[in-house]
């Protein structure tokens, strides 16, 4: 299957979620990108994140039907499930959604409903009562455990992560080396008052807080987005991306802490 995402730590969550269930999967950076790698060879599925750089995930789906019918179920990975949107993914051709962070039994289930049955392990390798079953207490395990922080709701991320605690350390450890510098885009679109740039930013930082439960981050996020009438960017704005800047690059310089510990 294809999955379409800008991020690095979204990326990265999705495909530990898929991986668990046995998928193989290919990437794209973006809407242009999916486009030409989704009409280049024959995917199962295409898992589309909707806001992206370049090209959008609604603008993508389109040109994919446009080029290559609706052989490929496309379905959309949307941090507004709003009514509204659910209905733009089904008007560009998309087949389904997901809302984010993913919740992982929501994946598969929907996942289930679109994949080819043989795409998927067989019995026993998936568990009665669906994919995830049989989770873990929420307790990272002792070889895997850091240190006390308190940027992250443990049982959350391990939650989003499919109980999967190795994995967590992982992509925790991305997070860290990512913002390490802090939203450094971020910054420079709110300083050179590019507001859609600036959202778009904000949209993907968003997706990585709240699939890593970093919800400091998560919240400053959030408020700096509503902030925005229409996409504008002003001198308030400036202060609070500048203010989320240096918050990220405070975890992230912990996060790595608590790593060499």
Same mark, same amino acid.
């Given at each position: 299957?294809?999955? $379409?995402?800008?991020?690095?730590?979204?990326?990265?969550?999705?495909?530990?979620?898929? /991986?668990? $269930?046995?998928?193989?999967?290919?990437?794209?950076?973006?809407?242009?990108?999916?486009?030409?790698?989704?009409?280049?060879?024959?995917?199962?599925?295409?898992?589309?994140?909707?806001?992206?750089?370049?090209?959008?995930?609604?603008? *993508?789906?389109?040109?994919?039907? &446009?080029?290559?019918?609706?052989?490929?179920?496309?379905?959309?990975?949307?941090?507004?499930?709003?009514?509204?949107?659910?209905?733009?993914?089904?008007?560009?051709?998309?087949?389904?959604?997901? =809302?984010?962070?993913?919740?992982?039994?929501?994946?598969? *289930?929907?996942?289930?409903?679109?994949?080819?049955?043989?795409?998927?392990?067989? =019995?026993?390798?998936?568990?009665?009562?669906?994919?995830?079953?049989?989770?873990?207490?929420?307790?990272?395990?002792?070889?895997?455990?850091?240190?006390? /922080?308190?940027?992250?709701?443990?049982?959350? &991320?391990?939650?989003?992560?499919?109980?999967?605690?190795?994995?967590?350390?992982?992509?925790?450890?991305?997070?860290?080396?990512?913002?390490?510098?802090?939203?450094?885009?971020?910054?420079?679109?709110?300083?050179?008052?590019?507001?859609?740039?600036?959202?778009?930013?904000?949209? /993907?930082?968003?997706?990585?807080?709240?699939?890593?439960? $970093?919800?400091?981050?998560?919240?400053?996020?959030? &408020?700096?987005? /509503?902030?925005?009438?229409?996409? &504008?960017?002003?001198?308030?704005?400036? =202060?609070? =991306?500048?203010?989320?800047?240096?918050?990220?690059?405070?975890?992230?310089?912990?996060?790595?802490?608590?790593?060499? *510990?």
């Amino acid at each position: 299957m294809l999955l $379409v995402e800008d991020n690095p730590i979204n990326q990265e969550v999705a495909e530990a979620l898929l /991986s668990a $269930v046995g998928l193989t999967v290919e990437t794209a950076g973006d809407g242009a990108q999916a486009v030409e790698q989704a009409c280049a060879a024959d995917f199962d599925l295409v898992l589309m994140d909707v806001q992206m750089p370049v090209m959008d995930g609604l603008q *993508a789906s389109r040109a994919i039907r &446009a080029r290559s019918g609706r052989g490929q179920a496309i379905i959309a990975m949307t941090a507004n499930a709003i009514g509204e949107d659910r209905l733009a993914c089904l008007v560009a051709g998309m087949n389904d959604h997901v =809302a984010k962070p993913v919740d992982p039994d929501l994946l598969h *289930a929907t996942l289930l409903r679109w994949l080819p049955m043989p795409a998927l392990p067989a =019995a026993p390798d998936l568990p009665a009562g669906g994919a995830l079953a049989g989770r873990s207490t929420g307790r990272l395990p002792l070889p895997v455990r850091l240190p006390g /922080s308190t940027d992250v709701d443990w049982a959350r &991320a391990l939650a989003n992560l499919g109980d999967q605690g190795a994995m967590l350390v992982r992509v925790l450890r991305r997070f860290a080396r990512t913002y390490a510098d802090g939203g450094a885009a971020l910054l420079a679109a709110a300083t050179r008052g590019d507001g859609p740039a600036l959202l778009a930013a904000c949209h /993907s930082l968003r997706g990585a807080c709240a699939a890593l439960t $970093v919800d400091g981050q998560l919240r400053q996020v959030q &408020a700096l987005e /509503s902030a925005q009438p229409e996409g &504008a960017a002003g001198e308030a704005i400036v =202060a609070q =991306a500048r203010g989320l800047h240096r918050a990220l690059q405070q975890v992230a310089t912990r996060l790595q802490a608590e790593r060499d *510990a």
